[in-house]
């Protein structure tokens, strides 16, 4: 097991170096192409799917009424774009086992 809690650019760049036997270089540079690739697809409004991993969507909000907690103010919430992420059934079944 890692010791920090997230899984860093850097420690996804290592593995690939272990495993495929590319310099590190190489490796962070495969790394950063596979997310420009998915940051440019997603800002373009495509989903992302990752066979065996998961799909992130994009989904637009309408504007709604909200409620301010302390003072029961409503206030208008914008309409706006926002990403969810959603596991596939591999990756659900890896991580509950």
């Known amino acids: 097991m890692r010791s920090t809690d997230t899984l860093t650019r850097a420690e996804i760049a290592e593995a690939i170096h272990r495993k495929l036997g590319l310099s590190r270089s190489e490796s962070l540079a495969m790394v950063e192409a596979i997310l420009q690739h998915m940051s440019e697809a ?8 990752i066979s065996g991993f998961g799909t992130f969507l994009l989904r637009d909000k309408g504007e709604r009424i909200g ?3 302390k003072t029961g103010v409503e206030v208008p ?9 959603r596991a596939s059934q591999m990756l659900k079944d890896r991580i509950v086992d």
Do not use: A, D, Y
């Open 42 to 49: 997603l800002s373009e409004g495509e989903n992302v799917k």
């Open 67 to 69: 409620r301010n907690p």
């Open 77 to 85: 919430i914008t309409p706006r774009r926002v990403m969810t992420f």
